[in-house]
């Protein structure tokens, strides 16, 4: 049973560009969350999606910012004209529909760590 | 809104116990859980509470009291792998966790 997968692992972009993080949740999770990390920083929550629905994306910049959960494929988060503020790890986790188990754990990607030159 | 709160750093020895403090502020809350981290790796998770007490799993333990919005970590019996970032994070209602900024735990010989 495979874990949370993000591609890419390390993406690096240019000022202007566009970067585009893909997150595919376990098998049988419907939940998907992403989240930003700064070097030495904790996490901070960005959005939070089910199929084809944003749940809450309260943590997503206004501007440049979007994601989407599909009804099929992967979740994609997508900056568009990025800035070298942007440079940090993004975490894509992923949970079973709510009530699954007990605890309800969010499971995590290995990140994909983006450079913005 | 939430806020949550731990020490950046702490150090042990080898083979000692660790308590690593949680304290939170929400407007709702649904579950604490703690994280641990090595550098460049994703997360995994370690423990979830929702009501008061102890949870023992192995070598670690998580407490919780939700009137003193209070949680620690316990490590006991710590090796030098133990050497990570250990992170408190708080869910509300909507299903959504807030993470603490975390403590990097250093673990001496």
């Known amino acids: 049973n495979a874990g949370v997968m993000q591609n890419p692992r390390h993406l690096v972009r240019r000022r202007g560009q566009e970067a585009r993080l893909r997150c595919s949740p376990m098998?049988?999770?419907?939940?998907v969350y992403w989240y930003r990390q700064l070097p030495e920083e904790g996490l901070k929550f960005m959005v939070y999606?089910?199929?084809?629905?944003?749940?809450?994306e309260s943590g997503m910049p206004k501007e440049r910012f979007s994601a989407e959960f599909p009804k099929e494929g992967p979740s994609i988060l997508r900056i568009q004209q990025v800035v070298r503020g942007d440079s940090a790890a993004y975490f894509c986790?992923?949970?079973?529909?709510?009530?699954?188990?007990?605890?309800?754990?969010?499971?995590f990607g290995p990140g994909t760590r983006l450079t913005v030159l | 809104g939430q806020n949550i709160d731990q020490p950046t750093e702490m150090t042990a020895t080898e083979g000692a116990i660790v308590q690593i403090n949680c304290t939170y502020q929400?407007?709702?809350?649904?579950?604490l859980f703690w994280y641990q981290q090595h550098a460049g790796e994703a997360p995994t998770f370690l423990s979830y509470?929702?009501?008061?007490g102890l949870e023992e799993k192995g070598r670690f333990s998580s407490f919780l009291s939700r009137s003193k919005g209070y949680s620690y970590l316990l490590l006991k019996e710590l090796q030098m792998k133990d050497s990570a970032s250990y992170l408190c994070?708080?869910?509300?209602?909507?299903?959504?966790?807030?993470f603490g900024g975390g403590t990097r735990l250093m673990v001496k010989p």
């Open positions: 986790a992923s949970s079973p529909p709510s009530g699954a188990y007990a605890g309800n754990e969010q499971f």
């Open positions: 098998k049988g999770h419907s939940h």
């Open positions: 999606l089910q199929k084809e629905n944003i749940i809450d």
């Open positions: 929400t407007s709702g809350f649904n579950g």
């Open positions: 509470n929702v009501l008061d």
């Open positions: 994070a708080v869910r509300n209602a909507g299903n959504m966790l807030t």
